[in-house]
Structures are given as structure tokens and as C-alpha cells.
């Protein structure tokens, strides 16, 4: 492998080993193949290393990182983005499948479209190779900041982002974690435009220990904390729509139970 790849692809891991496999081979599948996979295991207490270090000792392109301690997802993503080599970065989540022209076409549209800063695309929620359902997201720029005070812009598991841009923003706050994706959205924002692909990109893996699973209140606390944070930027206007969504969000906060609450948002934003 040369030492410039033009994507790199970044994967932060946690007890892993029961999906970690497939989600690197859906990336060595692909129809682009001048990548690298930068894989952190984030201290897991399973064999998720050990099954990496036998798929890097295949394939050259597989680079290896591990945390001595667990440290939260924000850590995770801004030692991966240090380490990174491409001059784009795509997110691949380890539980996650990439479908096999993801890289190929947001490299595409990146290289085509210059002032867009991050690019994604609709996500295909699935359980054991069964369809659950599909997240649609808009398409051009104008559309997207029209409902970033709502939901983030850009599904963090499937976009692509200049390397560039990254550096301009900075490193993730790791204090914001798991909410750090939105931030770095709203920063990446400033300057530059966001898009999605108006197809599937990326294969959503369901399952008890996805993050799907795991939205709380603190969560949800500092989502709104960070929305507020952004409000009065020039880059951004804040509807009517998106003061009452967001009042709602935290008057309702303690009177409907989280599960409830992620279910109530999936019936929102996905679709059969």
C-alpha cells in the first residue's frame, strides 16, 4: 500500500468480534479500492483485537490501533482522525456494512462538488438480514440546515468527509460524546456545504448492544445543549418549527420514557 491513500477509512470498536469481520469485508469489497482501514479497539474485553490482527495479517491495507483503557467515542474518532492518511475520511461503524459502491460514490460527488464539506446518504436498518426499515435524508445544503435544529444533517455511520475539514474544525469535544457528530456537523457547517446521496449507503446493523438501543436523557440533554449552542450563528436560522420541535423535545423529556421516545422518532424519520 502506498503511503497516501486517497480514503481513509476509520473504525472505532468495542467488543465487536460478533460483526467486526463482516463490516471490514464489506469495505475490502469495494468497487473502490484505494482505501485504507484504520481499526481502534477501544479496550474491548472480547477478541474483537484478536479477530482484526488476523484479517491484517492478510490484508495490507488493515492499520491497527488499540486504547489501553476504554475512553468514550469522541477520543476514539479524534485519535483515528490523527492517524489518518486519506485525503478523505469515511466512518464505518464495526457492527455496520457499507453497500459496495458507498466509497466510489462519495468520492464522486466530493471530487465533483467542491464547496461540500461532508456527504452521506440513506441508511437501511437491518437484523439479522432482515429490512427493518429506511432512513431517508435530504439531499442539497439549503434543505439540510433547514432541519439540522431538528436531526443531524449527515448520518455520522455513513458519511464522508474531507480531511480538510477536520482540520479546520478541530477535534471532537470529547465532552459531548455521544453527541460529538452533531457538533462537529454544526462546526463543518460554518464553511463548508453538506449532501446526501439519494440512495442506501450504508446496511444499519440492529441489535441489543447497537447505539439504536441506547439513547438516554443525558443524551438527549446535550443534543438540545448543542442545538442552543449554534442558534444565534450566522450560518444557521432557527425556524418557528424548530423552536416548538425543540421545547416539545425538552418538556417531554421526563414525562415519556427513552425507549418510547426512540420509538417515537423512528416512526418520525423512517420509512418501511
Given at each position: 500500500?502506498?503511503n497516501?491513500p486517497?480514503?481513509?477509512?476509520?473504525?472505532?470498536a468495542?467488543?465487536?468480534?460478533?460483526?467486526i469481520?463482516?463490516?471490514i469485508?464489506?469495505?475490502l469489497?469495494?468497487?473502490?479500492?484505494d482505501?485504507?482501514?484504520?481499526?481502534?479497539d477501544?479496550?474491548?474485553?472480547?477478541?474483537?483485537?484478536?479477530i482484526?490482527?488476523k484479517?491484517a495479517?492478510?490484508?495490507?491495507r488493515i492499520r491497527?490501533?488499540?486504547n489501553?483503557q476504554n475512553?468514550?467515542?469522541?477520543?476514539?474518532?479524534?485519535?483515528?482522525?490523527?492517524a489518518?492518511?486519506?485525503?478523505?475520511i469515511?466512518?464505518?461503524?464495526?457492527d455496520?456494512l457499507?453497500?459496495?459502491?458507498?466509497?466510489?460514490?462519495?468520492?464522486s460527488?466530493?471530487?465533483?462538488?467542491?464547496?461540500?464539506?461532508?456527504?452521506?446518504?440513506y441508511?437501511?436498518f437491518f437484523?439479522?438480514?432482515?429490512?427493518?426499515?429506511?432512513?431517508?435524508?435530504?439531499?442539497?445544503?439549503?434543505?439540510?440546515r433547514?432541519?439540522?435544529?431538528?436531526?443531524?444533517?449527515v448520518?455520522?455511520?455513513?458519511?464522508m468527509?474531507?480531511?480538510?475539514?477536520?482540520k479546520?474544525?478541530?477535534s471532537?469535544?470529547?465532552t459531548l460524546?455521544?453527541?460529538?457528530d452533531?457538533?462537529m456537523?454544526?462546526?463543518?457547517g460554518q464553511?463548508?456545504?453538506?449532501?446526501?446521496?439519494?440512495?442506501?449507503?450504508?446496511?444499519?446493523?440492529?441489535?441489543p448492544k447497537?447505539?439504536?438501543?441506547?439513547?438516554s436523557?443525558?443524551?438527549?440533554?446535550?443534543?438540545?445543549?448543542t442545538?442552543?449552542?449554534?442558534?444565534?450563528h450566522?450560518?444557521y436560522?432557527?425556524?418557528?418549527?424548530?423552536?416548538?420541535?425543540?421545547?416539545?423535545?425538552l418538556?417531554t423529556?421526563?414525562?415519556?420514557p427513552p425507549?418510547m421516545?426512540?420509538?417515537?422518532?423512528?416512526?418520525?424519520?423512517?420509512?418501511?
Amino acid at each position: 500500500m502506498h503511503n497516501s491513500p486517497t480514503i481513509s477509512v476509520l473504525m472505532p470498536a468495542y467488543n465487536a468480534a460478533q460483526y467486526i469481520e463482516a463490516s471490514i469485508e464489506s469495505i475490502l469489497q469495494q468497487s473502490f479500492q484505494d482505501f485504507e482501514i484504520i481499526c481502534l479497539d477501544d479496550a474491548s474485553t472480547d477478541n474483537t483485537l484478536e479477530i482484526v490482527r488476523k484479517l491484517a495479517k492478510k490484508e495490507k491495507r488493515i492499520r491497527i490501533l488499540s486504547n489501553q483503557q476504554n475512553l468514550n467515542i469522541a477520543a476514539s474518532r479524534n485519535i483515528l482522525v490523527q492517524a489518518a492518511k486519506g485525503k478523505y475520511i469515511a466512518w464505518q461503524d464495526a457492527d455496520d456494512l457499507s453497500v459496495a459502491t458507498r466509497l466510489a460514490d462519495q468520492k464522486s460527488y466530493l471530487d465533483s462538488h467542491p464547496k461540500v464539506g461532508i456527504v452521506g446518504g440513506y441508511l437501511e436498518f437491518f437484523s439479522d438480514e432482515e429490512t427493518l426499515s429506511y432512513r431517508k435524508y435530504q439531499a442539497d445544503d439549503t434543505a439540510l440546515r433547514r432541519t439540522i435544529f431538528k436531526y443531524s444533517p449527515v448520518a455520522q455511520p455513513a458519511a464522508m468527509i474531507r480531511r480538510e475539514c477536520l482540520k479546520e474544525a478541530g477535534s471532537y469535544g470529547e465532552t459531548l460524546s455521544p453527541v460529538e457528530d452533531l457538533d462537529m456537523s454544526f462546526r463543518i457547517g460554518q464553511k463548508w456545504q453538506f449532501a446526501n446521496l439519494q440512495y442506501v449507503v450504508l446496511r444499519y446493523r440492529i441489535h441489543p448492544k447497537s447505539a439504536t438501543h441506547r439513547v438516554s436523557r443525558h443524551q438527549e440533554i446535550i443534543t438540545l445543549k448543542t442545538r442552543w449552542k449554534y442558534h444565534t450563528h450566522p450560518a444557521y436560522t432557527v425556524s418557528l418549527s424548530d423552536i416548538f420541535f425543540n421545547l416539545a423535545q425538552l418538556l417531554t423529556l421526563y414525562l415519556i420514557p427513552p425507549k418510547m421516545r426512540l420509538q417515537l422518532f423512528n416512526l418520525m424519520r423512517n420509512s418501511k
